[in-house]
């Protein structure tokens, strides 16, 4: 086995368990509001390592590290608006109740 054969294997050993980044909301409870608040947050979840994530052509197997990458900018970049949104409407609902 050669050595870039080797490193080959190894990476695609190591992505069998790739993961990518997703948003999600997460709900909380401001008491000197008396309101229900949301905030998102970033979560990695596991997926197979099929395509497009590893290809193998011609015996040599191509490694895709994008995806993940991809997916915590688009992500993180979700979280940031969305949590400017919550709490610009946390600010304007406590303003009203108070």
Known sequence: ???SS???ALLAG???????VV?????????ECRLVTHHMELKTVQVGAQEPYLR???????VVLGVT???L????????????????????????RL
């Open 14 to 20: 190591l992505l069998t368990s790739a993961c990518v």
């Open 6 to 8: 080797t490193i080959a």
């Open 23 to 31: 948003p999600v909301t997460v709900e909380g409870y401001d008491s």
């Open 73 to 96: 900018v688009v992500s993180g970049s979700i979280v940031v608006v969305g949590n400017v949104v919550y709490w610009a409407e946390q600010r304007a609902d406590c303003l009203t």
């Open 56 to 62: 193998c052509e011609g015996g040599n197997c191509v």
């Open 1 to 3: 086995m050669t050595r």
């Open 69 to 71: 990458a991809a997916s």
